[in-house]
């Protein structure tokens, strides 16, 4: 995926510069060896969809169905086989990429995290955020509480990819760095599949306040998730 000539930054624009749409979007990932990319299965057939500014657009169902790939195409993962994804009214492949991705926040069922401090963990959702930012979307994401107990609180270094974290936690963590980088466009991709009851329950609290204003695309197997 590379930029365009002349592609622009994702900018300002108006009331409906966070409009998500789908048109008639076809996409085949690569075929097995000696098989070209024609010959193919179909991932998606015929796509069109659109989310308004504010408003949710669920995908639910089975392992296989093209939920995560129709995800993946809005932060240009890859781009359709045919067709086109817009934001804003523009086509995606007119953005210049970085700032694309720096204009949408995903949180996924396993969030990447670094061995490094809570504190850095969340701030890598905008580097400059000063502590008070960090401690304000913990809190936020229902986090501060559990980062409090840690041996070293925000300071705690949490191993890699959170090993030293529960499930639950891991979560938290990545929807307080979602919170910090305060993205236009969201996307949820089984944020809580792997959680027990508990934990979802206070990671579906967060969730809701990350949610607020922005459009957002959910992918979940389970319609109770949405």
């Known amino acids: 995926i590379v930029d365009r000539p002349g592609a622009v930054d994702f900018g300002a624009g108006g009331p409906n510069r ?23 299965t179909l991932a998606l057939d015929g796509v069109s969809l659109t989310v308004e500014p504010g408003c949710t657009l669920a995908l639910v169902g089975m392992s296989g169905g093209g939920k995560t790939t129709i995800a993946h195409l809005l932060p240009r993962f890859f781009d359709p086989t045919a067709g086109a994804v817009l934001l804003g009214g523009v086509d995606l492949r007119d953005y210049r990429v970085t700032s694309l991705r720096a204009a949408i926040a995903l949180v996924g069922q396993n969030a990447f995290l670094f061995n490094d401090t809570v504190r850095a963990n969340i701030r890598y959702g905008r580097l400059e955020a000063s502590d008070a930012d960090v ?7 229902n986090a501060h509480e559990f980062i409090q107990g840690l041996p070293q609180g925000y300071d705690t270094e949490i191993g890699e990819q959170g090993l030293r974290l529960s499930g639950g936690e891991r979560a938290r963590i990545a929807i307080a760095r979602a919170l910090l980088k305060d993205a236009p466009v969201l996307i949820l991709d089984e944020a809580t599949a792997a959680l027990d009851s508990n934990s979802e329950r206070l990671v579906q609290a967060a969730i809701e306040r990350l949610m607020q204003g922005r459009p957002t695309l959910v992918i979940a197997h389970r319609l109770s998730t949405v």
């Open 18 to 40: 966070t409009r998500i749409e789908y048109r008639d979007v076809s996409f085949r990932y690569p075929g097995a060896p000696g098989e070209s990319c024609d010959e193919a």
């Open 135 to 141: 401690e304000a979307v913990a809190r936020n994401a």
